[in-house]
């Protein structure tokens, strides 16, 4: 993901220095407000949409950037004084290293309904006893594979160990899954 997605490489080398203090700027305000951040530059924020290191809600009323996502999705990851959303399995991983703090991700398998609840270290880490409680696939959930936040993430998703026989196509807009011929890749932890 980082070779077709090098959002670091691109903020050190396409990005302006007010874009990257902008990019620097949002992801601290979500750190210390757990909320969509406003009231930025919008030529820096134009660029940073350009270079794909921020996206906007479909309203353009919120700025997203991986892993913190400004909706509400299926996949929640609880802390002890907040819940956050997730726009993949990634994310979601990924979220309790932000603020150091272990939690639970809990959302639905879009194979077959069934409810996934996994704890994770402050570091992201499944604890061993969960360890086996899921698999996260990745399903291509469009034809042109362009921006992380539209194209790439929906697809990465939490599914039940039994459910990896069957396929499934997320929704984009809501990550729910439907039946589908396509099929998914399997990525071991």
């Given at each position: ?76 990851i ?109 990525i071991?932890?």
């Amino acid at each position: 993901m980082h070779r077709a997605f090098p959002i670091e490489q691109r903020l050190k080398t396409q990005a302006c220095d007010s874009s990257r203090e902008t990019c620097l700027a949002v992801l601290s305000r979500w750190m210390q407000t757990a909320a969509a951040p406003a009231g930025f530059d919008t030529e820096a924020l134009d660029e940073l949409l350009a270079l794909d290191a921020i996206y906007l809600t479909e309203d353009e009323q919120a700025i997203g950037a991986a892993p913190l996502c400004p909706i509400e999705t299926d996949i929640e990851i609880s802390f002890p004084h907040e819940t956050l959303h997730a726009l993949s399995a990634l994310d979601a991983l990924a979220l309790p290293r932000l603020p150091g703090t272990a939690g639970v991700i809990e959302t639905p398998c879009p194979v077959s309904g069934q409810p996934i609840s996994l704890r994770v270290d402050a570091e992201g880490r499944l604890l061993t006893e969960d360890i086996h409680k899921a698999v996260v696939v990745f399903v291509k959930t469009s034809e042109h594979i362009q921006r992380h936040s539209l194209d790439l993430a929906p697809g990465i998703r939490f599914i039940h160990p039994t459910a990896s026989q069957r396929s499934f196509y997320p929704d984009a807009r809501h990550g729910r899954g439907h039946g589908s011929s396509a099929r998914f890749l399997c990525i071991s932890a």
